[in-house]
């Protein structure tokens, strides 16, 4: 059993009845200092509706950001061109034979055969 708020217990017994009656009748309500007034009940109103009203704004702000199909179909177009501009490993390999070609020529007997020849054609 809780506390007993006496006063009730008193008012119960002087009322006429028995003090084990009374004592639990006394046991069941609650002390003045744990029930709420309409005070209390009128600010935690106020509260409960500014928090529902912050609840609201901040799901806003945050749908806000999120982003659209719109936008997203979009960024995916963006990504599907850029890709298709990319050069592929066939194109590197392609590129990589074509700079050994050019860099065998240049680095190899070819200038000194040009050179030979010029030397020759216009100077005897």
Known sequence: ???IVSEVYDALV???ASPDSAKAAAGAVPPAENMATKEDIARLE???ARLEM???QEFARLESK???KEALAKLEGRVARIENTMATKDDIARLEKQIAVLS???FTGIPAMLAF???LTFFP
Request: no cysteine.
């Open 14 to 16: 002087e009322a006429g």
């Open 117 to 119: 020849m010029v030397k």
């Open 1 to 3: 059993m809780g506390l």
């Open 46 to 48: 106020k509260d409960i």
């Open 54 to 56: 912050a609840t609201k």
């Open 104 to 106: 065998f020529a240049v």
């Open 66 to 68: 999120l982003a659209t």
